[in-house]
C-alpha cells in the first residue's frame, strides 16, 4: 500500500486524548480479534454425516430438502480495510442472508433442520428438514415450493445401486468382458493413465492389491466408519472394474485381476451404504449424492461413475447438469425396468448404460439412447483382498467409465456426447452379446492404431 | 534526499506537489518493471479466463457494485474521508484458479479531484475438506486521476490461510510500495481476520494487522477494524469503526490519513 495522500503541512496533531481512546479502542479490537478466533465453537462446521444418516434413517419419510439463494457475499480477507471485492474468491460457507432464510422458513412451516450444507457450484444453501407437526410431506413440499424464497423443495429421496445375484455359471470366462469390449487391445494404445475418475458409491477396499496406488483420494459423506468403508462390496466391485491393476499390488503376478482402465486413478466418495448383510444392495439419498457430486466437481474429476439409480431427483439433476457443463463425463446406470426418466438416466448429457443382452436378442443399438457392456457374471474384486463374479448394470456402467478412461487418455478434451456417440457407432455384436462397446474400434476411429481380435 | 537507487527527490514543495529530479535511466528501468508485472498479471488473468469453457463461463462470473463513507485500505484512508463508489468483477470456475478485477474512487486530502483505484487480481485457492483453506494471489494496485498516482502504483503477493470461511489469517509482501518522496521498497503487512455468523442475517467481524514499512518509514503501525455485516438477499451492509496505532513518529509522518473512525458500506453482488 502507498500512502502519499496528506502532503506533510496538513497533519492534524491529536491530542493526548484521542491517543489514549485509539489506544483502548485497538486493545478493543484485538479482544474481538481474540474472541472470534476463541468462539469457533459458534461457527457452524461441517455436517456431522454419521448423526445425519442416523436421524435421516430414523424418519425418512418426513425429512424433506429445499435449497434457498446462497447470495455472495465480500469476504473481508484483509484486516483495517473496507470491503469492496479485493480478492475474494467464492465463499465456501453459507451466506447470512441463506442461513436467515431457512430458520425463517423453518419456523413459518414447523420444520427442524437436520442438517445445511451450501453447495457454492449452484450458488445455494441446502437444508435436510424434518417435518415437526403431523402434516404431510407433499403438503408441506407443495408449499415451500410455491414459497418465492425456496429454490427448490423435494422430498427426500432414497437410491440403490444396481447389483444383482450373479448367476453361478460361466466362470470360466475369467476376465471375459475385457476381451469382448477390445480392452486389453486399447490398453496397449493406453492404460488411462492419470484420468482421475469419481465413484460415487459406497465405500472402497482402497487396502485391496489389486487398487494399490490406484486411489487418489477418499471422502466419506455417510459416516466416520472407515474400516467399514474398507469392507464395502459395490463399490470395491465397481473400481475394481474400471481400475484393478494387478502388476501394481500383487507379488504374485499369476494372481490378481486387471480393470479395464488399471492406470486411472479413482477418487472415492462414500454416498451410499450396505443395507444388507450379503453387501449386495446399497442404498444412497438426495444429501449425501449431492455433497459428492460437489465433491467430484471440486476434485476435478474427468469422469464421474454413478453404478446406481432412482428417482427423478431436481437438485440432483441440477448438479450433474452443471458436471456436464463443464466437460465432465458422467456415466450412468439404467434400472432394471429401463426408466430413463430416472436418476441419473434422466439427465440430458448422462451416458446411459445397460447390461448387454445375450447374443441372439433384438437390439437395435444405433438408435438407443444406450450404451451396453458386460454385465453378467463379470470377474471383479471384493473386499478383504478378494474376487468374484457380480451381474448388474451397476458393472456394466463400470466398463463404459472405465473406456471412457482409455479414450480421455489419447483426447483429453473429449466431449461427453461425442465420446458417447463414438462408442455408440463403434458398438457391435460379440459371440456373447447382441450388441456391446468395443473401446479398441473406438480408438481406431480416432486414427489410433488398435487392432482388436475378434470375438 | 537521494536513495541508493541514485533517485533525487527534492522536498515537497509548499504548493503540495513534489518536485522530482529522476535520473532518466533508473525510471525507465522502474516503469519497465512495473509495467512487465501489470502486462504479466494482466495477460495471465486473461488467459485463465479464455481457457474458461464457453458454456460455463457466465456461472463464473460474480459482479458486485457499491458504495462507502469512506475508502480505507490498511487503516489509511485513501478518500480523504469522502464517499467512496466501487465496482468488481470475480471470476472463479470452481477448479482453483481466479481471477478479478476492481475499481474504487479514492481522492487525495487537499485535492479536489477525484482519481480511480484499480486492482487486478490472480492467484489459486486450494481446500482442504470444508474447513480450511489456502490462498495464493498476485495484485496490481494502479491509480489514476490523483497527483503523482504513477507514483504509488504497487504489487503485492499475498498468502492467505482460512478455517472455515470465518478466520483468515495472512502475510501480504510488496516488491514495490512507493511512499511519495521516497523511493519504492519493501512493504509486508500481517492480517488476522474473524467472523462469527448472528441469527437474522447478522455476523460479527473483527481484524487486527500490522504493516511493517520500516524500509521506509523505519517503523510500522497497528491497524484493525470491528463492526456487523448485515445481508439481505443480494444487498450486504457493513457498519465497521477503523482504527489505527502508530508510534509518535510514525503518527507524525502519516498521523492524518491513519484513520479512527465510523464506515458504513453496501454492496450489491449479481
Redesign the interface.
Not at chain 2, 472463479?92 to 477448479?95: E, I, N, R, T
Given at each position: 500500500m502507498s500512502y502519499p495522500f496528506t502532503p506533510p503541512w496538513k497533519r492534524e496533531q491529536r491530542d493526548a486524548n484521542g491517543c489514549t481512546t485509539a489506544r483502548a479502542v485497538l486493545s478493543r479490537l484485538t479482544l474481538c480479534a481474540a474472541c472470534a478466533l476463541s468462539a469457533c465453537a459458534l461457527v457452524p462446521g461441517t455436517p456431522d454425516p454419521a448423526a445425519m444418516t442416523r436421524q435421516m434413517l430414523a424418519h425418512p419419510d418426513r425429512m424433506i430438502i429445499l435449497t434457498v439463494a446462497n447470495s455472495p457475499e465480500t469476504l473481508m480477507l484483509r484486516a483495517g480495510s473496507t470491503s469492496r471485492g479485493y480478492g475474494a474468491a467464492t465463499s465456501y460457507s453459507a451466506s447470512d442472508s441463506a442461513r436467515a432464510t431457512i430458520a425463517a422458513l423453518a419456523r413459518q412451516y414447523g420444520l427442524r433442520e437436520v442438517s445445511a450444507w451450501p453447495i457454492p457450484s449452484l450458488n445455494v444453501h441446502c437444508a435436510m428438514l424434518e417435518i415437526s407437526g403431523a402434516a404431510p410431506r407433499d403438503q408441506v413440499v407443495a408449499q415451500l415450493a410455491a414459497d418465492p424464497r425456496v429454490n427448490l423443495a423435494e422430498p427426500l429421496h432414497t437410491f440403490h445401486t444396481l447389483a444383482g445375484a450373479p448367476a453361478v455359471a460361466a466362470y470360466s470366462n475369467l476376465e471375459q468382458g475385457l476381451h469382448e469390449i477390445g480392452a486389453y487391445a486399447a490398453q496397449k494404445v493406453t492404460r488411462g493413465d492419470s484420468v482421475e475418475i469419481a465413484v460415487i458409491d459406497t465405500g472402497i477396499d482402497t487396502m485391496h492389491p489389486d487398487l494399490r496406488g490406484r486411489i487418489a483420494a477418499t471422502q466419506n459423506f455417510v459416516d466416520d466408519d472407515w474400516d467399514q468403508f474398507n469392507r464395502d462390496q459395490h463399490g470395491t466391485e465397481v473400481a475394481g472394474i474400471i481400475a484393478a491393476d494387478h502388476r501394481a499390488g500383487s507379488l504374485d503376478r499369476t494372481r490378481g485381476m486387471e480393470g479395464v482402465a488399471p492406470h486411472a486413478s479413482i477418487i472415492a466418495l462414500k454416498a451410499c451404504w450396505q443395507d444388507d448383510p450379503s453387501g449386495r444392495t446399497a442404498v444412497c439419498h438426495t444429501l449425501t449424492l449431492a455433497e459428492a457430486l460437489q465433491a467430484a466437481l471440486e476434485a476435478h474429476a474427468k469422469i464421474v461413475n454413478l453404478s446406481l439409480g432412482g428417482p427423478p431427483d431436481p437438485l440432483l439433476a441440477e448438479l450433474v447438469a452443471l458436471l456436464i457443463r463443464k466437460g465432465v463425463i458422467v456415466v450412468g446406470a439404467v434400472e432394471p425396468d429401463g426408466d430413463m426418466n430416472a436418476f441419473p438416466v434422466g439427465v440430458p448429457g448422462v451416458i446411459a448404460v445397460e447390461s448387454a443382452r445375450r447374443a441372439g436378442d433384438t437390439v437395435d443399438a444405433s438408435s438407443s439412447p444406450v450404451l451396453y457392456a458386460p454385465g453378467r457374471n463379470v470377474l471383479t474384486l471384493t473386499p478383504g483382498g478378494n474376487y468374484d463374479f457380480v451381474s448388474g448394470s451397476s458393472f456394466a456402467t463400470a466398463y463404459v467409465t472405465a473406456s471412457a478412461a482409455l479414450l480421455l487418455g489419447v483426447r483429453p478434451h473429449f466431449n461427453p456426447n461425442d465420446l458417447s456417440a463414438l462408442l455408440r457407432q463403434t458398438s457391435g455384436s460379440t459371440k456373447l452379446h447382441a450388441s456391446v462397446i468395443n473401446v479398441c474400434r473406438a480408438m481406431a476411429a480416432l486414427h489410433r492404431s488398435c487392432t482388436d481380435s475378434p470375438q | 534526499m537521494t536513495s541508493d537507487m541514485g533517485i533525487m527527490r527534492d522536498a515537497?514543495s509548499?504548493d503540495?506537489q513534489y518536485r522530482e529530479v529522476v535520473s532518466g535511466r533508473t525510471a525507465q528501468m522502474r516503469v519497465s518493471l512495473a509495467g512487465w508485472i501489470c502486462a504479466s498479471l494482466r495477460a495471465l488473468v486473461m488467459l485463465m479466463v479464455a481457457w474458461a469453457?464457453p458454456?460455463?463461463a457466465l456461472?463464473d462470473w460474480?459482479f458486485?457494485a457499491?458504495a462507502?463513507t469512506?475508502?480505507?485500505?490498511?487503516?489509511?484512508?485513501?478518500s480523504?474521508g469522502q464517499p467512496?463508489l466501487?465496482?468488481?468483477?470475480?471470476w472463479?470456475?470452481?477448479?482453483g484458479v481466479?481471477a478479478?478485477a476492481?475499481a474504487?474512487s479514492?481522492?487525495?486530502?487537499?485535492s479536489a479531484q477525484t482519481g480511480v483505484e484499480f486492482?487486478t487480481?490472480a492467484?489459486y485457492?486450494w481446500?482442504a475438506?470444508?474447513?480450511w483453506?489456502a490462498?495464493a494471489?498476485l495484485?496490481d494496485?494502479r491509480?489514476t486521476g490523483?497527483p503523482?498516482a504513477y507514483?504509488?502504483?504497487?504489487d503485492e503477493l499475498?498468502l492467505?490461510a482460512g478455517?472455515?470461511?470465518?478466520?483468515?489469517a495472512?502475510i501480504?509482501v510488496?516488491p514495490n510500495?512507493?511512499?511519495?518522496p521516497t523511493p519504492r521498497l519493501w512493504?509486508v503487512?500481517y492480517?488476522?481476520?474473524?467472523?462469527?455468523?448472528?441469527?437474522?442475517?447478522?455476523?460479527?467481524?473483527?481484524?487486527?494487522?500490522y504493516?511493517d514499512i520500516a524500509q521506509e518509514t523505519g517503523s510500522g503501525y497497528?491497524?484493525?477494524?470491528?463492526g456487523l455485516?448485515?445481508?439481505?438477499?443480494?444487498l450486504?451492509f457493513?457498519v465497521?469503526?477503523?482504527?489505527?496505532?502508530a508510534s509518535a513518529q510514525m503518527?507524525?509522518?502519516?498521523?492524518?490519513?491513519l484513520v479512527?473512525r465510523w464506515?458504513a458500506?453496501m454492496?450489491w453482488?449479481f
Open positions: - | 515537497i509548499f503540495g469453457t458454456a460455463a456461472d460474480q458486485s457499491g462507502a469512506d475508502n480505507i485500505t490498511r487503516g489509511i484512508d485513501i480523504a467512496s466501487f465496482a468488481s468483477a470475480a472463479y470456475p470452481g477448479s481466479f478479478g476492481s474504487s479514492i481522492r487525495s486530502l487537499g486492482v487480481d492467484g485457492v481446500r475438506g470444508n474447513d483453506s490462498q494471489m495484485a494496485y491509480f490523483v503523482f507514483r504509488i502504483d504497487y499475498v492467505t478455517w472455515r470461511d470465518s478466520v483468515f495472512s501480504t510488496s510500495t512507493g511512499g511519495g512493504a503487512s492480517d488476522l481476520v474473524g467472523r462469527v455468523p448472528l441469527s437474522h442475517g447478522f455476523s460479527a467481524m473483527a481484524s487486527v494487522g504493516y497497528v491497524y484493525g477494524n470491528a455485516t448485515y445481508q439481505y438477499r443480494t450486504q457493513d465497521q469503526y477503523f482504527t489505527t496505532r503518527d507524525m509522518r502519516m498521523g492524518a490519513i479512527h464506515v458500506d454492496i453482488h
